[in-house]
């Protein structure tokens, strides 16, 4: 994309059950420029069979959220980009679009325990659609980027802690820009 974007891209990544999706959709409903909310959960579930998001979907997965980040950012959109994006599968993704972008940029990543993570889902609507076992195979321990962007998001803070840092950042970075 060449050139300064006044629009943000803001990537919320971390363990399942950490609380990403209810924090990024209230960053979402409280935005006020013209944003866009890519949940990866959704194109992990999309097909059918789905795999849910299974190797032989992997890199179409890919290929679609990198796409659709260009497009709205492009498109002068801010964009919020939130799921596990592990460092491993997605660390090439996300450095094209953050490098693509040219923009601002904040990356929030969820240090959650796993012990946590499991109290956490077990308190949520949808904690049938998925076991601890299944958490367990998707958890990653090691799954920060390390990348210079990326701020973290302890597990002692709350939920409405977590959407204030969040902002509270992005607050920052716009005004220092």
């Known amino acids: 994309m060449g050139g300064v974007n006044p629009n943000c891209l803001v990537v919320i990544r971390g ?10 959709e209230r960053v979402f ?4 420029s013209r944003t866009v909310l890519i949940q990866q959960d959704y194109y992990r ?3 059918n069979p789905s795999g849910a998001g299974s190797k032989q ?4 997965i890919h290929r679609m959220i990198e796409q659709n980040c260009v497009s709205a950012l492009e498109a002068g959109y801010d ?10 599968s997605y660390e090439d993704v996300l450095e094209r679009i953050i490098s693509g972008h040219g923009g601002q940029c904040c ?5 959650v325990s796993f012990m946590e993570t499991a109290r956490r889902h077990s308190t949520r609507a ?3 659609d998925f076991t601890v076992a299944d958490m367990r195979r998707w958890y990653d321990s090691s799954s ?15 939920e409405t802690e977590a959407v204030q840092f969040i902002q509270n950042s992005l607050l920052r970075m716009k005004t220092t820009h």
């Open 15 to 24: 363990p399942s059950g950490a609380g990403k999706s209810t924090v990024a």
């Open 29 to 32: 409903k409280s935005a006020v």
């Open 45 to 47: 579930f999309i097909f």
């Open 57 to 60: 979907n992997s890199a179409v």
């Open 79 to 88: 964009v919020i980009l939130e799921g596990i994006l592990s460092s491993k």
């Open 107 to 111: 990356i929030f990543y969820f240090d």
């Open 126 to 128: 949808s904690a049938a």
């Open 144 to 158: 920060r980027l390390n990348h210079p962007l990326e701020l973290i998001i302890d597990q002692s803070l709350s």
